[in-house]
């Protein structure tokens, strides 16, 4: 990617926040996203499990469906991911591919029962049940390449707005040695144009990412005469996020007309300067960038459950925001060699300075409600959630009290997403009274404002109850999703008369998971 967060603290005391401002936008988004987990049954059900109750998910997902439980219970659940990407970067096509395996889930329920032997069993609170779980809401692993000949711009061409917006810092002075940079004069006052030719260039985009989102939760759930059930959950939240990205640019640099076109008096139309020797010549850039993102925090969950008949359902869930602690670390650097035509060693070499940075910061995710329908059959159910996420209520806080570059980053948060609902359908039928299948199919709303970002999953497995309480789960979930990435953002799209290039990518994620669990 482009340079990123270099010495935020820097930028942000010149006043100009707008890569940072953009990461961090773009980092609110990825840790606040993830679905409530559980096992291979609930999830081959579409992940739907607000209005069910009696499963080790119910302690992430909806925890009033503990109070369906009368004995305890215990599972775990492991988990196959294979993720692929399919780009088209300015009419060529990529692809890449990467794998993981975890344990995705693992729990256990006690049954509590507060009604014993020749009491009323329908009647009153009949059990006050708890549950403890393991879950990983997220998986971060991804591997992404594209590359095309960028027949509109040039990466450089950031670097420029990104010189001016930020000129007299020691990024840019640093930058305007490269040999790539010249000052120019027009109506509006001084600005940099890049060397580097505007068309035909060709760019290589290699980003890597790995980590998750996992959480660890307690949960309480409540039986009222078998119509009305209760629940709540404290969960902690913990993440690593890493990521690491090399965008490589091959091109030429402007000839000796090109370069008067924009400035006459140039030292690069100079034969007795140094820099008439980077005019007409091949040049080859790395960007380097680094990225290492951690942090904790917590949230809680109320659950109900209400059955106006045996065979009907209805379950509401209210998620708070996540509160977390996050710190940022990062690195940035670039290099530069010029070659002469048909040479293939460079005469000359740029190495920026090593951008390194650290920053610590506090980030509430959105608040979620959902609200969901069972409709039971004597052979199977029928199960259906909306989920709505507030995605604009994003709020990023700065640890120091910095008010105004608060204000400038929840400003972007709201410029920038919007409300979304999901949407989560599935069914199980019975068998026989040992095997069982399900199926399910789940929808994620577009939480961006300006862009279309919309995910859509599939899912199916089976069921079997081995004898003796032990059961075994397995399920495959599909889930794709397309979208556009920007590999690196030109801030004066219109001084230049060329927009933010764009890579069109397919996402799939196809999961294996199977849970084994026992009811004791």
Do not use: C
Not at 72 to 91: C, E, H, M
Not at 159 to 169: E, F, H, K, L, V
Not at 219 to 241: C, E, P
Request: proline letters at 2%.
């Amino acid at each position: 990617m482009t340079i990123k967060k270099i010495l935020f603290g820097s930028v942000l005391a010149i006043g100009m926040v707008g890569t940072a401002k953009a990461q961090y936008t773009e980092d609110a988004l990825l840790f606040s996203q993830g679905d409530n987990g559980g096992t291979a049954r609930f999830k081959a059900m579409g992940g739907a499990s607000t209005a069910l109750g009696g499963d080790i998910s119910s302690i992430t997902g909806n925890p009033a469906g503990l109070g369906f439980y009368n004995q305890s219970d215990a599972s775990a659940t492991l988990r196959y991911q294979y993720n692929k990407n399919k780009v088209n970067y300015f009419g060529r096509n990529g692809d890449s591919k990467t794998d993981n395996f975890n344990i995705d889930n693992g729990g256990v329920v006690f049954h509590l029962p507060t009604t014993r032997y020749g009491g009323d069993l329908t009647k009153g609170w009949l059990n006050f049940n708890v549950g403890i779980a393991y879950n990983r809401t997220n998986l971060f692993d991804n591997k992404l390449d594209y590359s095309g000949v960028n027949t509109d711009n040039s990466i450089t061409h950031a670097y420029a707005d990104r010189m001016i917006d930020t000129d007299g810092s020691a990024w840019s002075n640093d930058f305007y040695r490269s040999f790539m940079f010249e000052e120019a004069y027009d109506k509006q006052g001084k600005f940099y144009f890049p060397l580097a030719e505007d068309k035909n260039s060709e760019q290589f985009n290699s980003v890597w990412s790995k980590g998750g989102i996992s959480e660890t939760a307690l949960s309480f759930g409540s039986n009222y005469s078998n119509k009305f059930y209760i629940g709540a959950t404290f969960s902690l939240t913990d993440f690593r996020y890493e990521k690491s990205a090399v965008f490589t640019e091959y091109g030429m640099t402007k000839t000796a007309a090109g370069i008067s076109a924009l400035n006459p008096d140039s030292d690069y139309l100079k034969p007795d300067k140094e820099e008439s020797k980077f005019v007409d010549v091949d040049y080859e850039l790395f960007d380097h960038y680094g990225q290492v993102t951690q942090g904790s925090g917590f949230d809680f969950k109320l659950g109900m459950i209400y059955k106006p008949t045996p065979s009907l359902s209805l379950g509401f869930t209210a998620k708070t925001p996540t509160f977390l602690s996050i710190t940022d670390e990062s690195t940035a650097y670039t290099d530069i060699n010029y070659f002469k035509p048909n040479e293939e060693t460079s005469f000359s070499n740029f190495k920026s300075d090593y951008y390194d940075s650290s920053y610590d910061y506090n980030l509430q995710t959105p608040y979620k409600l959902s609200a969901g329908v069972t409709q039971y059959f004597a052979a199977g159910l029928l199960t259906a959630e909306v989920e709505f996420v507030d995605y604009s209520s994003m709020r990023w806080r700065d640890i120091n009290s910095n008010r105004i570059t608060e204000k400038r980053m929840n400003d972007n948060i709201k410029e920038t997403y919007q409300a979304a609902f999901n949407v989560r359908l599935g069914g199980e039928v019975l068998f026989d009274q040992t095997f069982s299948g399900r199926a399910g199919f789940n929808f994620n709303g577009n939480p961006y404002k300006n862009a279309d970002y919309k995910t859509y999953g599939i899912s199916a497995g089976v069921g079997a109850k081995l004898g003796g309480g032990v059961y075994l789960d397995l399920t495959g979930v599909y889930n794709a999703n397309n979208y556009k990435e920007s590999p690196y953002k030109i801030t004066y799209e219109g001084d230049w008369n060329t927009v933010s290039p764009r890579a069109d990518i397919k996402n799939s994620r196809t999961n294996v998971m199977l849970t084994i669990g026992s009811k004791f």
